[in-house]
Each structure stands twice: as structure tokens, then as C-alpha cells.
T-cell receptor, first 113, second 109 residues
Framework: DTAVSQTPKYLVTQMGNDKSIKCEQN?????MYWYKQDSKKFLKIMFS???????INETVPNRFSPKSPDKAHLNLHINSLELGDSAVYFC????????????FGPGTRLTVL | AQRVTQPEKLLSVFKGAPVELKCNYS??????LFWYVQYSRQRLQLLLR??SRESIKGFTADLNKGETSFHLKKPFAQEEDSAMYYC???????????FGKGTLLTVNP
């Protein structure tokens, strides 16, 4: 299936731990994104990579570090997890243009205890 | 700066009734506007975009530059339309997509 996939689907961890979320797309897109959806369902862009280069970096704590090993992958590593990091994290991909559709992954629900 | 406002957090209508989900935007340039939908237990997906000027699942949206609005409308709501709807704006040199806070539509039988 052509799609955007994320692993894991659920992640439960303790405060202070370090965790990673992986994202892969096989749609041949140039651009990938990470979004955070909070408990109120508010969806906010965190990062965007185009051809492995960072093009959007919103006001996100330094504990969050994206890594793009190639165009098809964008991983999110989070250090020293805090309670406020609990959210659903969505990966997405698109071609880089003003009007192109973004294709979203199924989301990773992160719970920090 | 780009901003998208969806004034209604919740909207409840009966099946067969008309529905309008409001969206207003703020952007100094010429934006592209979208509506995305998230059905229960499904991923976020594009419903329609301004540039296509098409009707999807009976929904339409007209860009009104004078009122800076992009309201989503459907003349006869169906139960399967129940979902979270997000209005989004794409603009800037990095084509950043900014989402509104979403409106949860419930269509009652």
C-alpha cells in the first residue's frame, strides 16, 4: 500500500526518558512534516523537511530533534520527556508547493507518566 | 503571520439539515485554503481545496477574499459526515500549513 506509516502507534513512557517515533512514506514526496495534536485536538506544525533539509522549525523545545536520513524517512527523537509532551504526533508528506495535499500518517499517541 | 479561526468548537445538526462550518483566515499574501477531515479512528485526510473548486461528498467551500472566509457547506447533512473538520491555510515561502482549531460536527439521526 502506498501511504505514510508511523511506528509505534502507542507509546507509554516515564518522565525523563528518551524516545523516538519513526515515519516513512512511499509516495515519492519531497517534503515531510511532524505535527503535534494536543488534548484539545489542536493541530500544530513542528518541523518540515524538504529533500532532507530542514525548512520549517517552529517554536519547539530543543529536546525535540528531527532526523531525516533520506527523503522517505523522517524520525522524531524526544529527550527528557515531560508530562506536557503527551499528545498525538502525526507525520505527513507532500510535494513542496502551495496547493499540494498533505498525506497524513495514522498518528502516534504518546503518554508520559 | 498566518492565522486560521474556526469559531465553533462543536456543531450539532440533524440528518438532512443544512450545515455550515465557519472558517476565517488572516494572511497578507494570496493563500491557498483547504478543508481536512478526521473521521473517528481514521487519519486526517484532505476533503477539498480552494484551488480545485470542486464538490466532495456534497461539501463545497467558497473563498471570499473580501470577508477572508472559507466556510464549508453541505445542503443535506448525513450521519456519516460526523467528524472533526479542520480549515487550513498554506502560505509563505516554505508553504507552511496552518490549521484552525477544528470543529467537531455531529449529525444526529
Amino acid at each position: 500500500d502506498t501511504a505514510v506509516s508511523q511506528t509505534p502507534k502507542y507509546l507509554v513512557t516515564q518522565m525523563g526518558n528518551d524516545k523516538s517515533i519513526k515515519c516513512e512514506q512511499n509516495l515519492g514526496h519531497d517534503t515531510m512534516y511532524w505535527y503535534k495534536q494536543d488534548s484539545k485536538k489542536f493541530l500544530k506544525i513542528m518541523f518540515s523537511y524538504n529533500n532532507k533539509e530542514l525548512i520549517i522549525n517552529e517554536t519547539v523545545p530543543n529536546r525535540f530533534s528531527p532526523k531525516s536520513p533520506d527523503k522517505a524517512h523522517l524520525n522524531l527523537h524526544i529527550n527528557s520527556l515531560e508530562l506536557g509532551d503527551s499528545a498525538v504526533y502525526f507525520c505527513a508528506s507532500s510535494q513542496l508547493s502551495l496547493a499540494d495535499e498533505q498525506f497524513f500518517g495514522p498518528g502516534t499517541r504518546l503518554t508520559v507518566l | 503571520a498566518q492565522r486560521v479561526t474556526q469559531p465553533e468548537k462543536l456543531l450539532s445538526v440533524f440528518k438532512g439539515a443544512p450545515v455550515e462550518l465557519k472558517c476565517n483566515y488572516s494572511y497578507s499574501g494570496s493563500p491557498e485554503l483547504f478543508w481536512y477531515v478526521q473521521y473517528s479512528r481514521q487519519r486526517l485526510q484532505l476533503l477539498l481545496r480552494h484551488i480545485s473548486r470542486e464538490s466532495i461528498k456534497g461539501f463545497t467551500a467558497d473563498l471570499n477574499k473580501g470577508e477572508t472566509s472559507f466556510h464549508l457547506k453541505k445542503p443535506f447533512a448525513q450521519e456519516e459526515d460526523s467528524a472533526m473538520y479542520y480549515c487550513a491555510l498554506s502560505g509563505g515561502s516554505n508553504y507552511k500549513l496552518t490549521f484552525g482549531k477544528g470543529t467537531l460536527l455531529t449529525v444526529n439521526p
